[in-house]
């Protein structure tokens, strides 16, 4: 099932770094778009969503849609040691009842 | 903050063998899921449960998978006679309301079947 891509990395930055983090996805039934964060052998703690297309702002973190080009970014500025984890891209339709997930990808802050 | 828990945290077993996990939901959810990850994969999606019934459920999901809410706190998946590429984590999600929006997360069961 490839109806969500997102490129695993590993993604390595120096502390203070602007992260892009990517995902195309092929369903335009897609309305909801979520990005997760995941800590090795935790399970997934929700960052953002959003569910139209443009910017959505939460502190460091920025979640871009572009529906027409079926693309979402999430952005993370002033990137920390502590932002090193597995990021998830998941989503979902109108009235669903599942997520689609991304394959993950892992990024590492260096201090 | 209310959380998803999940017990155990770690579960070995013998292929064959029938295992449950088990998952406390927020306690004023009503929409409750299961999702499971083989190393190195997706996240992916295997049964959802409102109202006391199973309201989808993924080709995964087959007659060895069974999902239960036994007691109203309790939210249960069981293999009857599991295989090894059940070896996976399992998370347990819940939502208070209809969207898929802010669904909570568990911190996941690793299953090793072996």
């Known amino acids: 099932q490839k109806e969500v891509e997102q490129d695993p990395g590993p993604l390595s930055v120096p502390e203070g770094a602007i992260v892009s983090l990517n995902c195309t996805y092929s369903?335009?039934?897609?309305?909801?778009f979520m990005w997760y964060r995941q800590y090795s052998r935790k399970g997934p703690e929700l960052l953002m969503y959003?569910?139209?297309?443009g910017n959505k702002e939460d502190g460091r973190f920025t979640a871009q849609v572009d529906k027409s080009s079926k693309y979402i970014s999430l952005f993370i500025r002033d990137s920390q040691p502590s932002d090193s984890a597995t990021y998830l891209c998941a989503m979902s339709v109108i009235g669903g009842n599942q997520f689609y997930f991304g394959t993950g990808t892992s990024l590492t802050v260096i201090p | 903050e209310p959380e998803v828990t999940q017990t155990p945290s770690h579960q070995v077993t013998q292929m064959g063998q029938e295992v449950i996990l088990r998952c406390v939901p927020i306690s004023n959810h009503l929409y409750f899921y299961w999702y499971r990850q083989i190393l190195g994969q997706k996240v992916e999606f295997l049964v959802s449960f409102y109202n006391n019934e199973i309201s989808e459920k993924s080709e995964i999901f087959d007659d060895q998978f069974s999902v239960e809410r036994p007691d109203g706190s309790n939210f249960t998946l069981k293999i009857r006679s599991t295989k090894l590429e059940d070896s996976a984590m399992y998370f347990c999600?819940?939502?208070?309301?209809?969207?898929?929006?802010?669904?909570?997360f568990g911190q996941g069961t690793r299953l090793t079947v072996v």
């Open positions: 959003t569910y139209s297309s």
């Open positions: 999600a819940s939502i208070r309301t209809g969207g898929l929006t802010e669904a909570f």
């Open positions: 369903n335009s039934a897609f309305q909801y």
